[in-house]
DNA sequence: CTGCTCTGAGTTGTACTACAACTATAGAGG
DNA sequence: CCTCTATAGTTGTAGTACAACTCAGAGCAG
């Protein structure tokens, strides 16, 4: 039985075709369809599933591997990694804040406190490898899950990578799929961690009391390598569960 | 030209030809063969040089792509990720605290402040897996770069997987190093990450003032899923520069 | 000379086949 | 009941072939 798989994804996908299988299979193994621990079909039967070759199996399997999310034993098969739910909110994947939080079944809203074109500073310049000086879009906002704040976040875009239409979705949607609509969606991003203790931070009255953030400074990449924007984010302890897959 | 890889790499390698490849390519990435945004050599004259099939210099390089080292691009070639040097701390690969200490060019030291065989809690239990009252070995460590404290550490493991000699091996060097020699290497670990402000963490006269770490509850599994110890990490802010890459 | 298109060599992506290496299970034999 | 062995099933590696894509240079038009 065929998935009829170009068809039904050819949409919301893009990338060599393993790189279809492999976020296609990401997403049937983030939907439980197979239990924790559990074997999945061989690569024999998933290359039938799929209409595509057996390498092109492998490839999507090797990057699940390494992303921790699989385990393959020679002989044997791959089985689920046995992490519990909390896979989900892996920190090594490069994916929208609000879209997590949904996924993981609650309720995301976004606040856009300011949004404004501006010279970018020295570091930012720096940053995304251009003049100092050049106009940047730089933009603040808070994340809420379930009405309580998780998120303050500060980004900059080199603004020379964006259209006036997607600087105008960003300030109401999600950073992501605004960029994807122009296919600037970064495929990488390189981010520093730190935490920190500070009342400079957030804003609002819902800000919190403690002052203490996992703080992130993030810096994106397109495919070819050029840093689309730069932001610090910083996430409220103990609102957001972040979790690491480390693998040899 | 050959590498001549199989005889020269085999005592401290393991793991499929693959992985061996990946390894091998990643020391010769971090070790500035080719300059960041170069070109690496093609998948035809890489598997000459190791004397491999194409197919296996794929898995290698797709799986370094994954872990954000490389970029390979359909019809060109692939790409050093031009991340400047940090590559080096990357936080999602699991490896030796001191042992990447030392590559960043540092002098690391380990000091065990004890080490003793207990009960283990309903927590540890838990997450090894093991029940309730089991015999545990709990180490408590400080690791410092250069003269300063940059880590403590609480390692808690299922004394059931360990020999004596191993566990004599752990308080002298690398619990890594120690595992390796009864091939007990753990393959990939689950880690929490939170910002922790506390007193209570640290111990010593260098004991950091803020009391402000990077905290990561781990636990560390083998290939065949059985965790074998778990942990706490604080990481002393400021100290130790934690890079993380995030790819799709 | 400048700028454009097109061609072609080079590279990665996918397909197919074949076999080696390894695993897990069932069954024979003690 | 235990141990060993055979065997089917699965992943790992090799080799070949071609498709899809990139990039630089040749050639041409202006």
Redesign the pocket.
């Known amino acids: 039985m065929s998935i009829g798989f170009q068809k039904n994804l050819s949409k919301g996908t893009s990338g060599?075709?393993?790189d279809q299988v492999r976020d296609h299979l990401r997403i049937r193994i983030l939907g439980h369809e197979w239990e924790a621990g559990g074997k999945i079909p061989?690569?024999?039967e998933l290359a039938e599933q799929y209409g595509?070759?057996?390498?092109?199996i492998?490839?999507a399997l090797r990057s699940l591997e390494t992303q921790g999310l699989i385990d393959?034993?020679?002989?044997?098969?791959?089985y689920i990694a046995d992490f519990g739910d909390s896979v989900r909110a892996g920190l090594q994947e490069l994916r929208s804040i609000t879209q997590t939080i949904r996924e993981m079944g609650h309720k995301a809203e976004m606040t856009t406190r300011s949004s404004e074109v501006r010279k970018a500073t020295a570091s930012e310049a720096k940053d995304l490898q251009i003049d100092e000086g050049s106009d940047v879009l730089h933009i603040e906002r808070s994340i809420t899950a379930d009405g309580s704040v998780v998120v303050f976040s500060y980004d900059t875009f080199n603004i020379a990578e964006l259209t006036p239409s997607v600087m105008k979705r960003m300030s109401k949607g999600s950073v992501f799929t605004a960029l994807d609509s122009i296919r600037k969606h970064p495929v990488r991003a390189r981010a520093e961690i730190h935490a920190i203790s500070s009342k400079e931070v957030g804003w609002g009255r819902d800000r919190p009391r403690s002052g203490l953030y996992l703080h992130l400074r993030q810096v994106h990449y397109l495919r070819n390598g050029n840093p689309i924007f730069t932001g610090d984010t910083y996430f409220v302890e103990g609102k957001f569960q972040f979790i690491i897959h480390r693998t040899v």
Not at 72 to 78: E, K, P
């Open positions: 060599s075709l393993g061989g690569e024999f595509v070759a057996r390498v092109t492998r490839t393959i034993r020679h002989g044997s098969g791959a």
